[in-house]
């Protein structure tokens, strides 16, 4: 069975800082990795995504992850956050040829100024 | 956003009676998904959706069921409310399986007195 591990379930970082946000699953088959974002009272977003290819996937707003196969890990990172990525980031797994996704617990990102 | 409305977006009931959540979507998406969000949980499947009368048990059923008998409509019924269900449910829709993120709605909070 699949399952998903995030690390840490509160990240408070301040202004301009890196962060790291971790995540490890489990999964017996090939799988797809997502990252997805949650702003206070809205549904989530998705953020970016892993299918295939080169293991390091970006998003338009500064985030990256990279796939690690050996160490089963999607971690998600920024060089600099902003007070508007203060939410809550949720990481994802699909077995290829799946129906579901299966979401880790969340870890929420609290940006200080 | 993707068309996905839910409604209500806020319901309280008591125990024990029957309570019935909707999800609509103008994409003509197959796939859609019922999830709910509990603090320390992430998000848990609770049904899912392959196709106009096509439904699956995700990994917490017990006590929902669901019906599809149009493409753009995805019920879940409670059909006895226990405090248990107290939570905030969404509903997700996918264009296809395997590399297809999800997109969801706003989320319904239910509460269960």
């Known amino acids: 069975a699949q399952s998903v591990t995030q690390l840490d379930s509160q990240v408070p970082v301040f202004e301009e800082a890196p962060v790291e946000l971790r995540c490890n699953y489990s999964s017996s088959v090939s799988v797809y990795l997502f990252w997805y974002v949650q702003y206070p009272n809205q549904g989530l977003q998705l953020l970016l995504k892993?299918?295939?290819?080169?293991?390091l996937v970006e998003s338009i707003n500064g985030f990256e992850a990279e796939f690690n196969k050996s160490q089963t890990s999607f971690h998600l990172r920024k060089p600099s956050v902003h007070i508007s990525d203060t939410a809550e980031y949720f990481c994802a797994v699909r077995n290829t040829g799946g129906f579901k996704t299966i979401f880790g617990a969340g870890t929420r990102l609290f940006v200080k100024a | 956003d993707a068309g996905i409305t839910q409604s209500p977006r806020h319901k309280v009931t008591e125990t024990g009676t029957p309570v019935t959540l909707r999800c609509h979507q103008t994409e003509n998406h197959r796939y859609m998904y019922w999830y709910r969000q509990d603090p320390g949980h992430g998000l848990r499947l609770i049904h899912y959706?392959?196709?106009?009368?096509?439904?699956d048990k995700g990994e917490v059923s017990d006590g929902y069921s669901v019906s599809r008998s149009k493409t753009e409509d995805f019920l879940l019924t409670l059909e006895s409310a226990t405090s248990s269900q107290t939570s905030v449910y969404f509903c997700a829709i996918s264009v296809a399986v395997d590399d297809s993120p999800l997109h969801f709605g706003n989320g319904t909070r239910l509460t269960v007195t």
């Open positions: 959706s392959y196709g106009v009368k096509d439904t």
């Open positions: 892993y299918l295939s290819g080169s293991t």
